[in-house]
């Protein structure tokens, strides 16, 4: 534990930069933060489709292969327009960004985009290929051979593979800053190389990727849960059922196991980071675990279920462990507002345990009877499921960049250093969640309509209006 | 190093304008194409041509952005600080465009279509703009280096910067012009190649003129720049600029659209490397030069590697999507964008058999 402490040696003297372009003084940085967190919100939910859809559509194709079988055409086909519609709108999510990491916090830029932008260069290529790919993939359909066709879609699930884990190797950067020195409170000595690979991204990263097979699979999963309510069970719905819950189902489970790994790592690394998920005001031996309640700004957690020894087991694997408090570092340094990050980490394990909870019930059914669970109970919890993984996510993001305050380079830079000293960010912000509010209707409608044709019309011919 | 990196640069900005603003002319060309019935056919054509390869030509202004950010730190957070209006107005517009366009094909009436068709239009006009008016106020010199130090809005208003985001607009739209006549002509549309050629000539020719007309401005409005276009390496730059304008509208009047494209293509970056010769060694006029604004060696370093490295894999991929696009292979059926809303009529086009 301690010598992850001590890797990066200008922390300790708790050197502060305050940015290649000079100081920042700007009064509205929450409308940065709010507007910098709501295109993020967005955004990754419509990542996860880029992620982990594509495997499941080219998993359908297959199987038309294999079997022969229309249905699994004419899902894989369905499938793939939507996940055209969401990566396109995807492409433009992302693209804001690019564009706000300039436009809201340029003085962070000015000063680390050397020493993190490798992994944004390679971001790039994934991007590309996914973005060419998916065009043949999907206007590829009865165009190419169906060996080729199906060949085409491999490096779309690659391409979101590396696209996501060059991103994540940022964020995991920002919560570990390595890969360069301080001297005199400039930037030197960049190591692009050794940022790259931070030993914060791969646990993020792991539990991304594995969340974004949760949201993909609940998500889609619900939809033809409801189908099934609604009395259409016919092999379409059956199948369009089947691949993304089966793939949820797995994953979820070995999600908590993930969320173990990147809690542990969190209480090495960003020990200030777990003590305000816990609620944790001070360093304490054998420290309990709170469920509920609320944390008072006195200190202690009032109106919650308390588990004696439990938080030192799940931070270090060891009941009498000491886990630090928020006293450690001064006031100015800890996270803020302490429940925002709290109830976003106690609403992800919460949501994130019922879903492996449903993951497990129906591959034990399946395990043991070959079928699929028959309650209406079961389908209406999937049915729920699909939002509650996309709020376990959008949870799961509050609570490491929330907690990462109020530092934007964890212990090196101030978010309020970073910011950009323009001003409008108040219109600006409301002028996002307007468009976004507008365009998520939109498309929701549109995909809605697409939903609700037959599926026999996806059979055969090139693909129709796109 | 830094040089090769600006060069990158360089690369990145002429493949946006020629690919992604091409895609954003064919918004003008639907903008302008007329009422449902009169425009349907044009409109049809620009859905057809640009579904397989918008989202993949969008994908170089990204790339620009993480090229400028991790090679020219400073000169990226000085830049996105102070134009922070026109930026912001080019990301709103990404976002309306990208999404009105994914969408279209999904609408069931011809009031749905007309009115996403209508959104993917007017953003489409707007990103060039402020994309060029952004240009035109790095290029004129009115980007202090700091945190937004510099005017929000007179550095992007003012006569250089018009001048760019309309020559953006224009280009764009001729750009977009040829493509959809050489897209019509392998799909067997006499009328909208026709159409497209007569546009592409009109746009080609608007263009020309307020390039010429734009240096009067840039001459009274930012010196420094006009004498930068108007001697030694950025003369020369400018002037192959020019030839090149001129031969792709010969290729365009003998409907030689193909070779067209690549002659476009080589009018863009020869205008875009004379900028960089005509405000050399600076990146900032007077405030920061190439070399001051450049990254460590090591980042450069690494960056030169990893775009290496992911050209091998990113060059092939463009060629076959590229390849099956120009070969038809990606194609759909071509449909007026108003004809699945109404019945048949005998005087509509079958389209290609």
């Known amino acids: ?466 | 190093m830094a040089e090769a990196c600006l060069a990158l640069a360089i690369v990145g900005i002429t493949a946006y304008a020629v690919l992604g603003g091409a895609d954003l002319g064919a918004g003008l060309w639907d903008l302008t194409a007329g009422g449902v019935r009169r425009g349907g056919r044009v409109r049809g054509m620009v859905q057809r041509s640009m579904g397989p390869v918008w989202e993949a030509n969008h994908v170089w202004m990204p790339f620009e952005l993480v090229i400028l950010w991790t090679a020219f730190p400073v000169f990226f957070g000085s830049i996105m600080s102070t134009l922070y209006v026109p930026l912001f107005g080019a990301a709103l517009g990404i976002i309306l465009r990208g999404v009105a366009f994914a969408v279209r094909g999904q609408a069931a009436t011809i009031k749905e279509a007309r009115a996403l068709g209508a959104l993917f239009a007017t953003s489409s006009v707007l990103v060039p703009f402020c994309l060029g008016a952004a240009l035109g106020a790095i290029a004129s010199g009115r980007v202090p280096v700091g945190n937004a130090l510099g005017a929000p809005f007179a550095s992007w208003l003012n006569p250089t910067s018009i001048f760019v985001g309309v020559l953006a607009v224009v280009t764009g739209a001729y750009l977009a012009a040829v493509y959809l006549a050489g897209d019509a002509l392998r799909a067997g549309l006499p009328d909208v190649v026709d159409a497209s050629r007569s546009r592409a000539l009109g746009a080609g020719v608007l263009a020309g003129a307020i390039a010429v007309g734009g240096l009067v401005a840039v001459l009274s409005d930012a010196r420094p720049l006009y004498d930068g276009l108007t001697s030694g390496d950025g003369l020369a730059f400018v002037l192959a600029s020019a030839t090149f304008g001129l031969v792709t509208l010969g290729l365009v009047w003998t409907r030689r659209f193909e070779a067209a494209r690549w002659g476009s293509a080589a009018a863009v970056a020869c205008v875009v490397i004379g900028w960089a010769f005509a405000q050399s060694p600076d990146l900032l006029r007077g405030e920061l030069t190439l070399h001051q604004a450049a990254a460590g060696n090591a980042t450069l370093a690494a960056l030169l590697i990893s775009v290496g490295a992911g050209a091998l894999v990113l060059i092939p991929s463009l060629v076959l999507l590229y390849r099956l696009v120009l070969r038809g292979d990606l194609d759909q059926q071509f449909e007026p964008l108003d004809q699945r809303f109404r019945p048949l009529t005998a005087d509509d086009d079958p389209g290609e058999p």
């Not at chain 1, 998916?134 to 879609?153: E, K």
């Not at chain 1, 993020?204 to 009395?231: D, I, P, Q, S």
């Not at chain 1, 309020?416 to 507008?438: K, Q």
Request: aromatic fraction near 12%; hydrophobic fraction near 55%; glycine fraction near 10%.
């Open chain 1, 1 to 466: 534990m301690s010598d992850y402490v001590a890797i990066p040696a200008f922390m300790a003297a708790a050197a502060e930069v305050s940015g290649g372009l000079g100081g920042a003084s700007q009064p509205d940085l929450l409308w940065a933060r709010e507007l910098q967190a709501l295109s993020f919100a967005v955004h990754i939910p419509l990542t996860c489709f880029g992620i982990a859809f594509p495997a499941m559509v080219l998993f359908a194709e297959g199987l038309w292969l294999r079997t022969g079988d229309e249905t699994y055409r004419a899902l894989a086909k369905r499938w793939s327009k939507v996940m055209l519609i969401l990566f396109a709108v995807g492409v433009v999510t992302g693209t804001i960004l690019s564009f706000e990491l300039g436009l809201l916090w340029p003085n962070f830029m000015a000063t680390f985009g050397e020493v993190f932008g490798l992994a944004f260069g390679l971001e790039g290529f994934s991007f590309f290929i996914e973005a060419i790919f998916i065009a043949i993939y999907v206007y590829g359909w009865d165009r190419l051979s169906p060996r080729t066709h199906l060949l085409t879609g491999v490096p779309i699930v690659v391409a979101g593979f590396s696209g996501s884990l060059f991103v994540i190797s940022v964020n995991g950067w920002m919560n570990h800053p390595v890969g360069f020195d301080l001297v005199n409170g400039a930037v030197s000595n960049v190591r692009p190389w050794e940022a790259l690979f931070n030993e914060n991204f791969w646990h993020e990263y792991v539990h991304m990727y594995f969340a974004a097979y949760m949201v993909a699979g609940f998500l889609v999963a619900a939809v033809y849960a409801r189908a099934w309510l609604h009395g259409r069970r016919g092999r379409y719905v059956r199948a369009g059922l089947v691949i993304p819950l089966t793939v949820a189902a797995l994953v979820a489970p070995a999600q908590v196991i993930v969320g173990d790994w990147a809690g542990r790592t969190v209480a090495e690394l960003q020990p200030t980071k777990l003590a305000t998920f816990e609620g944790l005001s001070e360093t304490t031996k054998g420290a309990p675990l709170h469920i509920g309640g609320w944390y008072q700004d006195d200190g202690g957690v009032k109106g919650a279920i308390e588990i004696p020894h439990l938080l030192s087991l799940l931070a270090h694997h060891d009941p009498n462990a000491t886990v630090q408090g928020l006293d450690a570092v001064a006031p100015d340094e800890r996270p803020g507002p302490v429940n925002t990050v709290r109830l976003a980490f106690q609403a992800m394990v919460g949501i994130g345990t019922l879903l492996a909870a449903v993951g497990l019930y129906y591959a034990a059914t399946w395990w043991r009877k070959r079928r699929l669970p028959r309650g209406a109970w079961f389908f209406r919890l999937v049915v729920a499921a699909g939002p509650l993984s996309v709020v376990a996510l959008i949870c799961g993001w509050v609570t490491t960049e929330v907690g990462r305050q109020p530092w934007i380079v964890y212990e090196v830079m101030r978010v309020e250093d970073a910011v950009t000293n323009a001003g409008g960010l108040p219109v600006a912000f409301v002028a996002v969640a307007l468009v976004y509010a507008s365009l998520g209707a939109i498309v929701v409608w549109l995909l809605r309509r697409l939903a609700s044709r037959p599926p026999d019309v996806e059979v055969s011919g090139t693909v129709e209006g796109m």
